[in-house]
């Protein structure tokens, strides 16, 4: 009985395979494509963007210049992608048929451009990657990060091909003329380097540039300055580029103001010998005939401290003992230090005043009364376009100035 259940089992299995074998397949009801037509805007002003992209899984289709384009889809769901140059990528779900005309609003987004670095040659402008030979560019951020009342002395520190001679400060007055770009090479080593303002060499006062008018400073290094301006080149070339007004501006006006430290000298810092010894010295030395040489008359042209000047008098006769006694005496308490420091150091204070349309005072004086400078600088700068925008300008520089100075001698007695 149990067989009989079995064998008849398998043959029905059997029978459900054959059967499921030569059924054929069923034809799939076929699918309605519909074209749907939408408009891609701007959200910023309404306006059409033409020749933006519209992606599906299946199609990629651009705007007209009315905005406009045309998608055939399966009925169903859809998902659309959206975008356009300079604004935001949308995307969005779609259901075909619509039910209401589809408009996409996109957002306008602020894209960033890569930042072109130009070198001024004096020249010409160039992308740096096109610069050959040895240059080094000092933006307005880096260039106001130290102070100073001239453009030279802001430089000291700032760059590394630069070298400022500060061992003689006698004869370099000013940094520009302590200054070094290639080292000192040549029989004419000193000769500082050439000077390019506004694209034109400047053999005037280095000081009467105003600091405040730089915008960007290039310092050209190498053999190349010279195969753009000659000769004079050869010790390199600083470049100067000043500030200029922008087309449709409005009036701007600003102020700058800029405070140093520094440490009040101490005077008594290096140890000397003092006046009443110094004198007692002299004393010394006019008794054992040290002075005999210089007080000969065959030598007219003698200095001599006013203490052996006293005693040479009393030796000739001109003046009395007690008279000698008694200069000398109020010598002893004398100390040249003190006078340095009532009369010649006092605070040192610069004043200055800029205004965007290129007015400038300085009135400056140095920790020492050596020299004190009222300087008067204006400049003027004028640019337009003339016909095909070609640009065309013109500046104005004038400085007028008064300089104060006397030179102080350490001589006599301490």
Same mark, same amino acid.
């Given at each position: 009985?149990?067989?009989?259940i079995?064998?008849i ?11 499921k074998a030569?059924?054929?397949? *069923?034809p799939k009801p ?28 299946? *199609?990629?289709?651009?705007t007209?210049?009315?905005?406009e384009? =045309?998608?055939s889809l399966?009925?169903?769901? =859809?998902?659309?992608?959206v975008?356009?140059l300079? =604004? ?7 259901t075909v048929p619509?039910?209401?005309p ?7 987004q ?6 072109i670095?130009?070198v ?34 802001r ?10 001679l500060?061992n003689n ?12 770009i290639?080292?000192k090479s040549?029989?004419?080593?000193d000769?500082p380097? +050439? ?7 400047y053999?005037?006062?280095?000081n ?11 310092l ?10 000659g000769?004079?080149a050869?010790n390199g ?10 087309f ?11 405070f140093?430290f520094t440490a ?5 810092? +290096? ?8 004198i007692?010295?002299?004393k ?6 040290f002075?005999d ?5 065959k030598f ?10 006293i +005693?040479?008098g009393?030796?000739?006769?001109t003046?009395?003992?007690?008279e000698?006694?008694? *200069?000398?005496?109020a ?6 230090r ?8 006092r ?8 205004c965007?349309?290129d007015?400038f005072?300085v009135?400056?004086?140095?920790i ?9 600088k204006?400049?003027?700068s =004028? ?7 070609i640009p065309?300008?013109?500046?104005v520089f004038?400085s007028q ?7 102080a ?6």
């Open positions: 009985m149990f067989k009989t079995k064998i089992v398998m043959a029905a299995l059997c029978l459900n395979l054959s059967l030569q059924r054929p397949d *069923q076929p699918q309605t494509v519909t074209t749907i037509t939408g408009k891609v805007i701007s959200a910023y002003n309404g306006g059409p963007l033409g020749s933006a992209t519209v992606k599906t899984a299946s *199609q990629t289709v651009i007209d210049n009315g905005g384009f =045309h998608l399966n009925k169903g769901k =859809h998902i659309l992608t975008s356009y300079t =604004h935001t990528i949308k995307k969005l779900n779609i619509l039910k209401e589809l408009v996409i609003a996109l957002e306008p602020d894209q960033q451009l890569k930042e670095e130009v001024s040659t004096g020249y010409q402008n160039i992308p740096k990657e096109r610069a050959t030979g040895s240059f080094e560019v000092i933006d307005n951020g880096l260039f106001n990060r130290s102070t100073g009342s001239d453009v030279f002395s430089l000291d520190g700032v760059s590394t091909g630069t070298l400022f500060k400060s006698t004869l370099r007055r000013t940094p520009y003329q302590g200054l070094m290639r080292g040549g029989l004419n080593g000769q380097p +050439l000077i390019v303002l506004d694209n034109f060499p053999d005037g006062d280095p009467n540039i105003n600091p405040n008018d730089v915008q960007s400073i290039t050209l290094k190498d053999a190349a300055a010279a195969s753009i301006w000769t004079r050869g070339v600083i470049v100067i580029t000043t500030k200029k007004g922008r449709n501006e409005p009036f701007e006006l600003s102020f700058n103001t800029n140093s009040k000298p101490d005077l008594g810092y +290096l140890k000397s010998i003092g006046s009443s010894d110094y007692d010295v002299e010394m030395l006019f008794r054992n005939g002075y040489r210089a007080l000969n008359p007219p042209f003698k200095a001599l401290s006013p203490v052996v000047e +005693l040479a009393q030796k000739a006769g003046v009395s003992a007690a000698a006694d008694a *200069q000398i005496n010598m002893r308490d004398q100390d040249v003190n006078d340095f420091l009532k009369y010649i150091y605070n040192e204070e610069t004043y200055k005043l800029l965007k349309q007015y005072l009135n400056r004086s140095d020492v009364c050596r020299e004190n400078i009222v300087q008067l204006t400049a003027f =004028h640019r337009k376009e003339i016909l095909l925008k065309a300008g013109r500046s004038v100035g008064r300089t104060r100075e006397f030179m001698w350490w001589a006599g007695v301490l």
